[in-house]
Structures are given as C-alpha cells and as structure tokens.
C-alpha cells in the first residue's frame, strides 16, 4: 500500500515563526501537493509538484513556499506563520501518466497535519 | 472555472438504512473525472470511487454506489446498509481539465451513522 506520511500531527507555532512542515511518500510518485482543509471551505490546493524541484502555484499560495529537493518529500513552508493559517494541512501524492492525460488518477493522502498559529 | 458543490452540511441515517450525498458540478470540459473521498476521525482522507464522464454505466464499489446524472451534472454517493464505520466527513471532488491528478473539492458533508 501507499504510504503517505506527514511529520506531525498537531503543531503549535506563535506568530511570526517560520514553520516547516514535512510530507514523504514511498511510493515513487512524481506528483506531490499541499493542501489545506478549513470547515465550511473543503480543501483547496496551495501548492503542488510534478517533478524533484519543480513547483506550481495553486489556488491559495500567499502566504506559502515549497521545497522538493527529493522526489520522495516534499516540504510546504511558512514563512511567517499568521494566525490566519491555523488549519489541517493535507498532503498528498500520486501518478502520472505520461503522455495520456487521464482523469481517474486518484490521490493519496498522509493523515493531515493541524496547526494552531498562536 | 470547475466547481464542486456539496449542499447537505450534514446529514444522518439509521444503521442498515441506505443514504445519498449529493455533489453537483460546474464545467464546460468534455472529459473529466468525478471522485469521492471517506474521511474519518483519524484525519487520513480515503478513495471510495470514481466515474469517468465517458462511462456508459455508474460506478459501483461494494456498498458504494455513484448516481451519475450527467444532463443534470450531478454525482450522487449513495451508501446502502449504513454501519457505525460510515461516520466520517465525506468529500467529492472532480479532476482538472486536461486529465491530471489536481483535484478540486467540495466543501464536504458530514455523515452520522446512528443506531
């Protein structure tokens, strides 16, 4: 099975701190992403990754950078936390078909990471 | 733009009842990918099913069935014989045009399974 694992489970910051959180799949995946799960709101993407230092805006990248050094992890990075990002963060991996562009690749997922910014 | 909405915020069912969650989308692509995600407790969000826009029958996973009514862009999950296990946030989501695995996500329904 695909094994998705996030560093932390639940993670206090005070404001202003730079916060890492990390993501590693052993799966040999080429894709990776960052999302970010809010109550009313679903999950919307921040950032994603096709490929070792490769990155792609998504829907809500302020405030956020990523690092793909290696193509098993991938980091999402605050750079100075605010309370406005206290939320479940959710990364996940998957396949790629290359050249088809298929649309039932599903994504798996590590078991999210809350973080309270205080 | 694709879209995804969810419009039951929660919803409740006896055990052994059958259940539908509704999930209706937005977009103008030909070709896309509808996916349902179980998510419990624990956090981890799991695959339940899926349909492709192109596939003459609607997808069935064990208890899990999808209602896709593609006149009307909607991909209903139905649950038959709820358990106490089916609890959890249940979220629908659709692939992006073009193919490719950045999905985009309802804003979810929270489902209780009750004795």
């Known amino acids: 099975d695909v094994k998705v694992t996030q560093s932390s489970r639940y993670l206090v910051k005070r404001t202003g701190e730079k916060v890492f959180l990390e993501c590693v799949q052993d799966?040999?995946?080429?894709?990776m992403f960052w999302y970010r799960q809010d109550p009313g709101l679903g999950l919307r993407l921040i950032y994603f990754s096709y490929d070792v230092k490769m990155k792609e805006k998504g829907d809500i990248p302020e405030g956020y950078s990523v690092s793909r050094e290696k193509k098993e992890r991938f980091s999402l990075i605050l750079e100075s936390a605010s309370t406005n990002q206290t939320s479940m963060y959710l990364c996940?991996?998957?396949?790629?078909?290359?050249?088809?562009?298929?649309?039932?690749?599903?994504?798996?997922f590590g078991s999210g990471t809350q973080l309270s910014v205080l | 733009a694709q879209k995804i909405t969810q419009t039951q915020p929660g919803m409740f069912v006896q055990e052994k009842e059958a259940v539908t969650l509704d999930c209706t989308y937005d977009t103008s692509d030909p070709s896309y990918g509808l996916f349902w995600y179980k998510q419990p407790s624990s956090g981890e969000m799991i695959f339940l099913i899926y349909q492709g826009s192109y596939d003459q029958q609607n997808a069935t996973e064990g208890r899990y069935s999808l209602n896709f009514q593609k006149a009307r862009k909607s991909a209903n999950l139905v649950i038959s014989a709820s358990q106490l296990g089916d609890s959890a946030m249940y979220f629908c989501a659709m692939s992006p045009r073009g193919g490719g695995n950045k999905l985009t996500f309802g804003t979810g329904t929270q489902l209780k399974v009750e004795l």
């Open positions: 996940a991996s998957a396949t790629t078909r290359k050249p088809a562009a298929a649309t039932n690749e599903k994504l798996f």
């Open positions: 799966m040999d995946h080429e894709n």
